[in-house]
Nanobody
Framework: QVQLVESGGGLVQAGGSLRLSCTASGRTFGSYAMGWFRQAPGKEREFVAG????????SYADSVKGRFTISRTNAKNTVYLQMNTLKPEDTAVYYCAARGGTLPRFETFSYDYWGQGTQVTVSS
């Protein structure tokens, strides 16, 4: 069992930055690929970024490529999402998720554990 807790959300002006963190319980964090997803009101949850268990492979949605960076520190059981040049359309609840396996995937059903989410609001 893995429990995930996100933090770092908040209100920021367009063009600003935020850094989200997701800390996992358990000793096997390093064996999970991790993903960040987001869900805006009235929309489906969508993939934002993913990272392999080792941190050596990352993937991004086209909408955030070049602005967001995912990273992880296995010794701290934590995955991060650095978000720069934020836009109003980035406003959503952001979730981290863990899946058993080497590489992240885009589909929500591929993930075994989810955090409770953290709100990110970008004002124009």
């Amino acid at each position: 069992q893995v429990q995930l807790v996100e933090s770092g959300g908040g209100l920021v002006q367009a063009g600003g930055s935020l850094r989200l963190s997701c800390t996992a319980s358990g000793r096997t964090f390093g064996s999970y690929a991790m993903g960040w997803f987001r869900q805006a009101p009235g929309k489906e949850r969508e993939f934002v970024a993913g990272i392999s268990w080792s941190g050596g492979s990352t993937s991004y949605a086209d909408s955030v490529k070049g602005r967001f960076t995912i990273s992880r520190t296995n010794a701290k059981n934590t995955v991060y999402l650095q978000m720069n040049t934020l836009k109003p359309e980035d406003t959503a609840v952001y979730y981290c998720a863990a899946r058993g396996g080497t590489l992240p995937r885009f589909e929500t059903f591929s993930y075994d554990y989810w955090g409770q989410g953290t709100q990110v609001t970008v004002s124009s």
